[in-house]
């Protein structure tokens, strides 16, 4: 957390309704609202996708497409009164791949700046790791890959939500489960 600010991370599986649930967070803040989109759409599918993200979210959005410079972004657009909603990291790692970036140097490079960003950030990220283990060694690696970039945002941010069937699970800050017989 930068000193009053909240980081968020929202997280779950394709169409479980993270998207929706962390544009809520944003809305519900009240502040300016900053949309910071890392998709390319290359093709007819995901044209239509983006189409119905920017229906779903609405006006009110200021939107800015960035697919590999995120961090410089997030550094230049922070601020007390707006918050920024990164959708989506996962989409951002595929983009840092076919570029052939060194994503640990990346990713490293993204926590320091959220460490010292001036206002809230929610970034949103897929969960691909509770499925069986992946035949190939690219989709292997790839899983590897968001797994690390997920805890290395977690551990920066005051607060993780898994959603999961629409349904919202606070996982950071943590409470110790009432465990009984």
Sequence with gaps: MTGTFKLTLVFGGARSGK?????????????ERVYLATSVP??????????????QRGDGWRTIEEDLQISRVLAEEAAPNRVILVDCLTVWLT?????EKDV?????????VISKLK?????????????????????????????????????????VVLVA?????????????????
């Design 19 to 31: 998207s929706r649930f962390a544009e809520g967070l944003c809305f519900r803040s009240g502040l």
């Design 42 to 55: 290359f093709d007819d599918e995901m044209k239509s996708r983006v189409s119905a993200h920017k229906h």
């Design 95 to 99: 983009n840092l791949l076919y570029v």
């Design 104 to 112: 640990a140097a990346e990713t490293a490079r993204l926590v320091e």
């Design 119 to 159: 206002g809230p950030c929610v970034f949103v990220s897929n969960e691909v790791g509770h499925g069986i283990v992946p035949e190939n060694r690219l989709a292997r690696a790839f899983r590897d890959m968001q797994g690390r970039l997920n805890q290395d945002i977690a551990e920066a941010c005051a607060q």
């Design 165 to 181: 069937a629409g349904q919202p699970i606070l996982v950071k800050p943590r409470r110790e489960p009432e465990i009984t017989l």
